[in-house]
Every structure is written in C-alpha cells, then in structure tokens.
Nanobody
Framework: QVQLVESGGGLVQAGGSLRLSCTAS????????MGWFRQAPGKERELVAA????????YYGASLRERFTISRNDGANTVYLDMSNLKPEDTAVYFC?????????????WGQGTQVTVSS
C-alpha cells in the first residue's frame, strides 16, 4: 500500500519560515518525480514546486523560486519544501504528489495534505 505522509505545517507569522516533509512508503521513491501543490480556500490547486527523480532538475510556480526550495533525500524516501519569508497569501493546504515514471504503468499518488497558515 502506497502512502505519502506530509508533516511540518502549522501557524507562522508573516516573514517566518517552515519546512514541510513528505515521506513515502510502498513505492520505488527514487524513480518518481515529486511535487508540492497547494490549495487555498475557494481556489484551484496549484503547483508550488517539483523535482525530478534524479534530483538534478527543479521547477517552481510563479514568483516562488525566490522564497521556496524543494529537495529530496532518496535514502529517507522524503521530499522537502523549505519556505521562507512567508506571506499571508501562502496560507493553504499543501499536498505532495508522486508522479509515476512515464511508461511505467504505475499510478500517481497524493498525500493527505498539511495546513500552513501565515498570520499578518
């Protein structure tokens, strides 16, 4: 059974920092591209950051590269999202996603989400 478990969310003041973690089990983690998404109330889910299976390429949503950093530790089956200089508009539920390798026939998987609330 595949599980993605996010942690590290919470309440933080504007300008503060958080590190989110997503630990996977039940899949070949090092083969999966991993991503962080977020969804604020009343809004569509949006891509925050992604990292390829090799760890050599990363992608960030608009205007987030300056404040957010995605990384992975394949030995720990974990992907991280370091967030700094947080703003109230970063308030959302943050989800991690495991994208199956193309052509593998494997499924994509989502975590259950972790709430991040930034107070002004």
């Amino acid at each position: 059974q595949v599980q993605l478990v996010e942690s590290g969310g919470g309440l933080v003041q504007a300008g503060g920092s958080l590190r989110l973690s997503c630990t996977a089990s039940g899949l070949s983690f090092s083969s999966y591209n991993m991503g962080w998404f977020r969804q604020a109330p009343g809004k569509e889910r949006e891509l925050v950051a992604a990292i390829r299976w090799s760890g050599k390429s990363t992608y960030y949503g608009a205007s987030l590269r300056e404040r957010f950093t995605i990384s992975r530790n394949d030995g720990a089956n974990t992907v991280y999202l370091d967030m700094s200089n947080l703003k109230p508009e970063d308030t959302a539920v943050y989800f991690c996603k495991a994208d199956a390798p193309p052509g593998s026939g494997d499924s994509d998987y989502w975590g259950q989400g972790t709430q991040v609330t930034v107070s002004s």
